[in-house]
């Protein structure tokens, strides 16, 4: 269960291009083992927070070694001789708006950036070896503090000691809330293990992740390693909905080039249903809704913009909506769906 992905998934993942709103870079330090200067060539100008777990008193000289701590003025968690220190690192102000009681430290930190309000995870869940019913605990914690905040601009990264298949991974992310960008992904490309690296054994599972919050639509992250740690880092970076640059849309047999595709959770209906972020090119408004694929084109409020080929369903649908897929399915980017209130 720690190897292969054996659960099949069909969400939808985009690659928006153009500059991103916000970019985090991660990495498990390794009980502060990880080599500072390999650390920092993997934080480029457009970093704008950095996610550290394993963080220990002795790092901090590290970082001053490297200049990361002049770049990265600010900073807020905490540092232990243990496997439990959790720091980021901030180009601006931030501040602790929730953390977690587990064996290892789980923060939410909220920043502003050009005048937007983000909030970020900075996840380390316990290991197994501390035991299953510390592990499955402390996991469901973490997911309570995550859900808690599920409804900001939240981007969440660390070492959640879990791949998606195992239970409080998939209880989180059965939300349609929060968002996985490697979901979808097919062969190598989704399966990217993250640990150990280094070792005898191959790298074979992936428990190192970063998600969002559907409120943002988020790049498939880049993977990095660095030499003194067994886990490989992250670098990713999301965009805001409303600001998201025109990117081409891939859900089942729907291709265009006039929506922004996102990786959004596909509904638990069997049928091609696709959860997306969508954008008129003519009005610059964002919505989030369900479009089925293989429909006729949906204009934006009925001014005749193109958005994207397939019928538009919002996210308060009735369950008889996804169950049934040959329900006929009306809603626009504005206005009314026939038995909801479209959300904007």
Not at 253 to 265: I, T
Request: aromatic share 6%; proline share 8%; hydrophobic share 35%.
């Amino acid at each position: 269960m720690w190897a292969v992905p054996l659960i099949p998934t069909s969400q939808a993942t985009a690659d928006p291009s153009g500059p991103p709103d916000f970019t985090v870079v991660n990495l498990n330090l390794q009980y502060g083992r990880a080599d500072a200067r390999e650390l920092a060539a993997q934080v480029d100008p457009d970093t704008d927070v950095v996610v550290l777990q394993e963080y220990t008193p002795s790092y901090t000289a590290e970082l001053e070694a490297v200049g990361l701590l002049d770049d990265f003025p600010y900073r807020e968690g905490t540092e232990r001789t243990d496997a439990g220190g959790t720091l980021v690192l901030s180009r601006t102000p931030l501040e602790i708006v929730d953390r977690t009681d587990t064996a290892f430290d789980n923060l939410m930190v909220r920043l502003e950036l050009a005048g937007v309000t983000w909030q970020v995870a900075a996840i380390h869940s316990t290991p197994p070896h501390f035991g299953a019913e510390a592990w499955t605990e402390d996991a469901f914690k973490v997911n309570a503090m995550i859900m808690e905040h599920q409804e900001e601009n939240l981007v969440i990264v660390g070492d959640f000691n879990a791949i998606v298949e195992h239970h409080p991974m998939r209880v989180l992310l059965k939300n349609p809330n929060i968002v996985d960008p490697m979901t979808g992904r097919t062969g190598p490309d989704r399966f990217q293990p993250t640990w150990p690296v280094g070792k005898v054994a191959p790298r074979f599972a992936r428990i190192d992740h970063f998600f969002t919050s559907a409120q943002v639509l988020p790049q498939v992250p880049h993977h990095f390693a660095v030499a003194g740690t067994d886990h490989l880092g992250i670098a990713a970076s999301v965009c805001l909905t409303a600001h998201a640059p025109i990117a081409s849309c891939i859900a089942g047999d729907v291709r265009s080039d006039r929506v922004v595709s996102c990786a959004g959770r596909p509904n638990t209906s069997p049928t091609e249903w696709r959860h997306h972020h969508l954008l008129c090119l003519n009005c610059q408004q964002s919505s989030t809704g369900v479009a089925r694929t293989q429909r006729s084109a949906s204009d934006h409020a009925g001014t005749g913009h193109p958005v994207m080929q397939g019928t538009l369903v919002w996210i308060g649908q009735r369950q008889d909506d996804v169950d049934d897929p040959d329900r006929p399915q009306t809603g626009r980017l504005s206005g009314e769906h026939p038995d909801h209130r479209a959300t904007q």
